[in-house]
């Protein structure tokens, strides 16, 4: 906890219970000294009259041990604490740590023996310190005031709230899609554009939609150098966001729209996944590429003192947030915030950065890949929600090959993780394993995907800057 300044120091009064609930300490620095008082003494013997008393003689030493620089202070309240018990007909509570926990290798028997009902809560609260809550008075309308009829744009959803960078969202089913920008986003960026850099990345970026309609935002921020604030306001000046089908998660060109154009077909998006497990040969732990994020490394808010954000005002992006060089920079601002190629182009022979990545169907510059893309072309017949102009279940042919050509990197650069290796056969057996042809009863996470829930995604984040 000590190496990590962002970690909060628990407590537990039952440490041996894993249901106890721990209470937090918050770090402080501090400049305070650790002493060493020893407390001498000595029995001093004194004849009073005719009776014998004993009065103690106390004296203290004190050594300075050193310095302290850190301290841990609890200031939250504990916490609920839940107990595996149970209460009987008559009241009586009964104790099921022995029932519930499993402190060794049972047999079936343990698993089938008849107990209570035991659901301990999946989360206690979420904060450890009291909260005053600011309710708003009752608001008083004017007479004849009524209120307005319930509709979706007033009730009180789950998302949150949109926020003002005025990007226009399409989905597949709509009917028309946008050909200008809205005014607030035209206002918004022409406040902020007041260097010549900022002009020239507008430029750049209105270059790039020309040449290509259809980009996804990393392969923008791939292509040119612009800080990632300034991006949010500048996208929606020059394209709207596609919410759901085969061009989710990207940013179109104002006035093209990809669901009349079969060339479009080359910018439509692959949500691709690096299989792992024992079916192909190697755990998520052994996999060179590591997770972008990690369950075993999320805290609770109430264990992790979280440090407050800096929030960018528009007067800082007119003075040319991330553009002007800095004193001491180690890259020139023409590349300081450009992202790797390897951010959204596949390559053969090369890992993907994250396990989760989204590609554009004309990044992929494998030759069979292209090949697999390109089997009906001049022969576009319908666009569909989830396939778009392609054959059906070319996502699912181009996943196989993909994660076959990455099983044979990782077999290249860690063969101690395939104990038994297989036999160089013809490449259509070992798709076909990949692919789980030969296995009807697993079922790949891919076949229950649906291009229209797209946006809840777990890894689809970039919905979230906007919305």
Not at 21 to 49: E, G, I, W, Y
Not at 210 to 237: C, F, G, M, Q, T
Not at 318 to 332: D, E, F, I, S, V
Request: glycine share 4%.
């Amino acid at each position: 906890i000590y190496a990590d300044p962002a970690k909060r120091l628990e407590l537990y009064f039952r440490p041996k219970d894993p249901y106890c609930h721990p209470v937090c300490a918050n770090r402080f620095p501090t400049s305070t000294m650790l002493l060493k008082v020893r407390r001498r003494t000595k029995k001093k013997q004194q004849q009073l009259d005719t009776e014998e008393q004993i009065q103690p003689e106390v004296e203290f030493e004190m050594e300075i041990l050193g310095i302290v620089t850190t301290v841990y202070k609890f200031q939250g309240m504990s916490d609920f604490q839940y107990l595996a018990m149970h209460s009987g007909p008559d009241g009586k509570q009964t104790s099921m740590y022995d029932k519930v926990l499993m402190l060794k290798p049972e047999k079936e028997e343990f698993f089938n023996r008849e107990l209570p009902l035991y659901i301990p809560p999946p989360i206690f609260s979420r904060l450890d310190t009291p909260v005053d809550y600011f309710y708003r008075p009752d608001i008083q309308h004017r007479s004849g005031y009524h209120n307005p009829q319930v509709s979706g744009e007033n009730l009180i959803g789950l998302s949150r709230a949109r926020r003002p960078h005025n990007a226009i969202f399409v989905n597949f089913d709509d009917e028309e899609i946008p050909t200008k920008p809205l005014d607030a986003a035209v206002q918004t960026w022409k406040k902020v554009c007041t260097n010549p850099v900022d002009k020239r990345v507008e430029e750049e970026l209105r270059k790039l939609f020309e040449a290509r309609p259809v980009w996804s935002r990393n392969a923008v921020k791939a292509n040119i150098s612009v800080h990632p604030d300034k991006l949010k306001l500048l996208l929606p000046y020059l394209a709207f966001y596609m919410l759901t089908g085969p061009w989710r998660s990207l940013w179109v060109r104002f006035g093209y729209d990809p669901r009349k154009h079969p060339e479009a077909k080359i910018y439509q998006v692959l949500d691709f996944r690096i299989r792992c497990g024992m079916k192909y040969g190697y755990a998520p732990n052994d996999m060179p590429v590591k997770a972008k994020r990690s369950t075993y490394n999320y805290s609770l808010p109430i264990t992790v003192k979280k440090q407050a954000s800096h929030t960018v005002s528009v007067h800082d992006l007119k003075q040319g947030l991330g553009t002007a060089a800095t004193a001491g920079a180690k890259k020139p601002a023409s590349s300081r915030y450009k992202l790797k190629e390897s951010i959204y182009i596949f390559r053969e022979g090369a890992l993907p950065p994250y396990r989760q990545m989204f590609y554009q169907l004309c990044d992929l510059s494998v030759d069979s890949l292209q090949k697999i893309i390109h089997r009906n072309d001049g022969s576009e017949a319908e666009c569909t929600e989830r396939d778009g102009w392609c054959l059906p279940k070319t996502s699912d042919e181009l996943r196989d090959t993909m994660s076959l050509m990455i099983k044979q990197i990782i077999r290249s650069t860690r063969p101690a993780l395939f104990s038994n290796p297989t036999s160089s056969e013809d490449g259509k057996e070992q798709l076909a394993y990949e692919s789980g042809e030969d296995e009807d009863d697993e079922e790949e996470e891919e076949e229950d995907f649906k291009p229209s829930d797209g946006s809840e995604n777990e890894m689809e984040t970039e919905i979230l800057d906007y919305v």
